[in-house]
């Protein structure tokens, strides 16, 4: 599968998360930017998660329907043309990292997938969920992992 490439201005790959960006900071999520999605790409899915929760993989933002011609997303905004999914908080939007105080750093895994057409997900789709219905069909995908500890 082809490669997207994920970054971010707030946070480099395999470092920590600015604490602006977490449940017990101010809550806004970070600012992203891509590149390389593939022709043929209808839509755009992003996905982030935290595997290391205690109850199991833990969705802390779920956006589908993404304009594949868009680049990025701002801080405390949603990306271009998306719809914003309900997370492991129960609410759509960003919800940030907020891990037990004491557990070593989480990770948390910003993906985004380039899709030929779009994704059918419960309305209250798990990370389970969305890994099932665009592993097998993504034309390419990005990972950008920031850590976070309180």
């Known amino acids: 599968m082809a490669g997207i490439e994920l ?14 960006c977490a449940k ?9 930017s891509w590149s390389g999605v593939p022709d043929g790409t ?8 935290d595997p290391d929760a205690p109850s199991g993989t833990f969705v802390h933002w779920l956006v589908t ?14 990306p ?29 895994f910003f993906r985004i ?3 030929p057409g779009p994704v059918s997900l419960p309305g209250d789709a798990t990370a389970g969920d ?3 219905a665009v592993d097998q069909q993504a034309l390419a995908s990005g990972t950008l992992v920031g850590l976070y500890q309180r």
Not at 24 to 32: E, K, N, Q
Not at 42 to 49: D, T
């Open 130 to 132: 969305v890994h099932a």
């Open 24 to 32: 017990d900071g101010d809550d806004v999520s970070p600012d992203l």
């Open 80 to 108: 271009p043309g998306g719809q914003e999914r309900s997370t492991g908080w129960g609410e759509p939007g960003w919800g940030g990292p907020r891990p037990p105080a004491g557990d070593k750093a989480h990770r948390y």
């Open 113 to 115: 997938y380039a899709l």
């Open 42 to 49: 209808a839509e755009l899915l992003l996905l982030c998660e």
């Open 7 to 20: 970054r971010s201005a707030a946070f480099d790959d395999g470092a920590y998360i600015p604490r602006r």
């Open 65 to 78: 329907g993404i304009d594949p011609t868009s680049e990025g997303v701002e801080a405390g905004q949603t």
